[in-house]
T-cell receptor, first 113, second 114 residues
């Protein structure tokens, strides 16, 4: 059973460009969570999705950030018009339900030049 | 809002010795889950151990065990017979019964001396 997959593993963007981060949950998991980790800090929750629905986006900035988890395909975290402060590691996690453990992908390291 | 505090930014242990990492949390909930995750230099987040708050028995996974004190809201991780591969950042995390999100502590960097 493959783990949580994220791609790309590393992404370099210039200020003002768009970043698209992809996450494929573990097989059988319909709950996806996105977290952001700034250097030397812990992970901070951004958004929680189930198939086709955003359940909780309380940790995601209102502007420039969006997330989706379509019926088919991976979950996408999209950052428009990136700024240097968006440079961070973005982790996706998945679980089969809300009481089960969240398993993490390897993360995407975003660097904004 | 729930908060998780790890008061030890760095810890050091001699190989084969035992070390305890501290974690406290704040919540008004009675039913919740606690976790320790390990983040090695690869930065992959690896589950170490999980504790359900309704269980009085402390969780154990091989060399890793916890001391869960619900009344004190304390959840420490004990690593026995430390190995060089245990060197990593360790994060304590909490989620409530609704399980919408994990709330993480700031982490403890564990160094293992040969």
């Amino acid at each position: 059973n493959a783990g949580v997959m994220q791609n790309p593993r590393h992404l370099v963007r210039r200020r003002g460009q768009e970043a698209r981060l992809r996450c494929s949950p573990m097989k059988g998991h319909s709950h996806v969570y996105w977290y952001r980790q700034l250097p030397e800090e812990g992970l901070k929750f951004m958004v929680y999705l189930q198939k086709e629905n955003i359940i909780d986006e309380s940790g995601m900035p209102k502007e420039r950030f969006s997330a989706e988890f379509p019926k088919e395909g991976p979950s996408i975290l999209r950052i428009q018009q990136v700024v240097r402060g968006d440079s961070a590691a973005y982790f996706c996690a998945s679980s089969p339900n809300t009481q089960e453990t969240q398993y993490f992908g390897p993360g995407t390291r975003l660097l904004v030049l | 809002a729930q908060t998780v505090t790890q008061s030890q930014p760095e810890m050091s242990v001699q190989e084969a010795e035992t070390v305890t990492l501290s974690c406290t949390y704040d919540t008004s909930e009675s039913d919740y889950y606690l976790f320790w995750y390990k983040q090695p230099p690869s930065r992959q987040m690896i589950l170490v151990i999980r504790q359900e708050a309704y269980k009085q028995q402390n969780a154990t996974e091989n060399r890793f065990s916890v001391n869960f004190q619900k009344a004190a809201k304390s959840f420490s991780l004990k690593i026995s017979d430390s190995q060089l591969g245990d060197a990593a950042m360790y994060f304590c995390a909490y989620h409530n019964n609704a399980g919408n999100m994990l709330t993480f502590g700031g982490g403890t960097r564990l160094m293992v001396k040969p």
